[in-house]
């Protein structure tokens, strides 16, 4: 089991960037794959983006592919979602979700398939 801590949303314009981080607890980051996801007003949570247990294991939504970029540090315990040329769209509370294992992409995108869970962290971004 690990604790998530969201953090780095805010407010932004149209076009711009964000980089929220995933700070985990306990030393056996190294080992779970790792998820955003995001739930915007009046809508179901959704598949964003996810890493497996390297870096170079990564997967998208489509609606994000080549604007965002998921990451990952584990001598930090911490993982990344760069958010670049944001849209208004791209509102929603942002949440971080840890699995144990290495899994295939589909997998990835099943928010049931995780264990933990952080507390969400809010992006904001007006037109």
């Known amino acids: 089991q690990v604790q998530l801590v969201e953090s780095g949303g805010g407010l932004v314009q149209a076009g711009g960037s964000l980089r929220l981080s995933c700070a985990a607890s306990?030393?056996?980051?190294?080992?779970?794959?790792m998820g955003w996801f995001r739930q915007a007003p009046g809508k179901e949570r959704e598949f964003v983006a996810a890493?497996?247990?390297?870096?170079?294991?990564?997967y998208y939504a489509d609606s994000v592919k080549g604007r965002f970029t998921i990451s990952r540090d584990n001598a930090k315990n911490t993982v990344y979602l760069q958010m670049n040329g944001l849209k208004p769209e791209d509102t929603a509370v942002y949440y971080c979700a840890a699995v144990l294992g290495d899994w295939s992409g589909n997998y990835y995108k099943k928010q049931d398939n995780y264990s933990d869970w952080g507390q969400g962290t809010q992006v904001t971004v007006s037109s």
């Open positions: 306990g030393r056996t980051f190294s080992t779970y794959a």
């Open positions: 890493i497996g247990l390297s870096d170079g294991e990564t």
